[in-house]
């Protein structure tokens, strides 16, 4: 399922982006007070928000596309702050093949489509678990490993 339209921010655009979409989540001003820190045990709160979306029986349109756009950014940005990841903005090929217009690059060099996998997660249900994708990554810094930079 993509989601890309013009308005969408580009790579260098996405933290700023993320933080807004996560403020609104956290501060109550969306009529939530989601515990999102960053950190890969919120991805079970991501988890639990896509199913109960699909639970209400959501269209993947509209309104929910911008939900899942935001927290697909929000996967990106905990691979950005807990794997070593940058977001990259993907080329033409890579825009037709994931659907998307910006990812993110692990420090092996692998690319990542975490809009894609929030995607997935809202199209497929509990087994694309978001935080399970996390757990499983390849390519990630490893805070405590020989050579790794991450905090």
Known sequence: MGTETAARPTAGRMRGHVAEFVTDLT????????????????????????EGMRRQGAEPAGRV????????????????RRAGAVWVDFDTGQRERFGQPVGVRMPDGRVWNPLGRVANRF???????????FLLLHGRDRPGETGSDAA
């Open 27 to 50: 501060s109550g001003r969306a009529g939530h007070r989601l515990p999102l820190d960053y950190s890969v045990d919120s991805l079970r709160i991501v988890d639990a928000v896509i």
């Open 65 to 80: 596309a911008e939900v899942l756009f935001g927290l697909g950014g929000y996967l990106g940005e905990v691979m950005v």
């Open 123 to 133: 199209a497929y249900g509990s087994r694309e678990s978001l935080r399970t994708f």
